[in-house]
């Protein structure tokens, strides 16, 4: 029984950090080509790269948007046939941003994103239930902002991050014939974002940025058993109502960023996203009563491996303008999971993924109010996987298509 429940806890400290987790959508223009980084124009370049927003090409820039991601995985144990899909509900990532010119020198501005979340729906009775049934987790970054442009063509910038967290749990336990909910809705972490910006040359960007790990702390959150009657008041299980304390990783970061104007109308972006997975080697959750952790010492704390390695994401996005008012977007981007096949877990159904963006951006106001629509198509590889501790195999594969709508406002 204890080694059901302590599986459940290295599956969470792997959803955490799985590349599906990591939700590239902090801009619907950057979106639409590949989510690249090095563009200035407008407040929405304040996550990617603070210092970027001392090349905005205005004293005041909003930027916000929304977006749709419906997507599904699907498993099949070959030996037995058999076979499930997900049932995932539709997740709307969010951001808001502003930035403003205070001097020709000194730029400040405000970013609010939600760049971490899942939502994953296996159902009850699936094969997997041991591992998980359903697991919802958001995050929602709070990012202050100041730059300074050392010169025409350099600038430099940092940005502090209050991060909160929310995660909801669930799996079966059915060596007792039991489930059990772990909730926590007030985790809170900090973290910070630097960067430079460079146009060495007027058709020339580049974009070096760097995110610290940030890590959210769960404190006293709410753990709930269901039971028999039989279990609760017994030495493993004090309480049906217990409680929780926890640290969950968010890597870090570091991106490097080239924007290139081929022509007038023809611009092209490449990236490279450098994801510090392999720092997080384990995860700590300590319960206030039952005791089903894996400390020899003291049995209501557990610990359990996560082993992830470091990835690199290359992406290559063009904008092409086909009037003065009118942009067309495309993209291309490989995202290679950080989980090995011996640890993968249903929390996150990781693979190798490949990503084709695209999208249209319109300008009214004279040029002052910007629309970007924005569309991905999102497949990963089939992959065999194993999870050796809990003696569960299979082969999987997943995809997902995400829409959005953006709006960037620079009035003067």
Do not use: C
């Amino acid at each position: 029984m204890r080694k059901a429940v302590f599986m459940f806890f290295i599956m969470t400290s792997i959803i955490m950090q799985g590349g599906g987790f990591r939700v590239s959508l902090q801009g619907a223009r950057q979106a639409a080509m590949a989510h690249t980084s090095a563009h200035a124009r407008d407040a929405s370049v304040a996550f990617f790269n603070p210092a970027g927003i001392s090349f905005i090409p205005s004293k005041l820039s909003i930027a916000a948007g929304t977006f749709i991601i419906m997507g599904n995985a699907d498993f099949q144990n070959k030996p037995t046939l058999y076979k499930t899909k997900t049932d995932n509900p539709v997740s709307t990532p969010s951001l808001f941003n502003i930035a403003y010119k205070a001097t020709d020198k000194l730029s400040v501005a405000f970013s609010f994103t939600t760049p971490f979340g899942s939502s994953v729906d296996w159902g009850q009775n699936w094969e997997g239930k041991d591992l998980i049934t359903k697991i919802t987790i958001r995050s929602y970054f709070f990012q202050p902002t100041v730059a300074y442009r050392l010169n025409d063509w350099f600038s430099v910038g940092a940005g502090y991050i209050y991060a909160l967290g929310s995660v909801n749990l669930q799996k079966a336990i059915s060596s007792i014939g039991g489930r059990m909910k772990l909730v926590d809705k007030n985790a809170t972490g900090n973290g910070y974002n630097v960067g430079m910006y460079i146009r060495p040359i007027k058709d020339l960007d580049l974009s070096i940025a760097y995110r610290s790990n940030i890590d959210i702390h769960a404190v006293n959150g709410k753990a709930r058993f269901y039971l028999p009657k039989s279990l609760v008041g017994s030495e493993s299980f004090p309480t049906e109502n217990d409680r929780f304390n926890a640290k969950l990783p968010l890597t870090s970061e570091i991106t490097l960023g080239l924007t290139y104007r081929l022509l007038p109308q023809w611009t092209i972006s490449t990236d490279l996203n450098i994801s510090g997975w392999n720092k997080y080697k384990a995860l700590t959750i300590d319960f206030n009563q039952n005791k089903v952790g894996n400390d020899p010492n003291d049995p209501t704390i557990s610990t359990s491996p996560k082993n992830l390695h470091n990835t690199h994401t290359f992406r290559v996005g063009s904008e092409y303008s086909v009037s003065d008012k009118l942009d067309v977007r495309l993209g291309y981007y490989y995202d290679p999971s950080p989980i090995s096949k011996d640890y993968w877990s249903p929390e996150m159904p990781s693979t190798d993924n490949n990503a084709i963006t695209g999208g249209i951006g319109y300008k009214f106001l004279k040029d002052k109010l910007m629309l970007d629509m924005t569309g991905m198509y999102y497949v990963g590889n089939s992959r065999k996987v194993v999870n050796k501790f809990y003696n569960f195999k299979g082969d999987v594969k997943m995809h997902s298509f995400m829409f959005g709508l953006g709006l960037a406002w620079n009035p003067f």
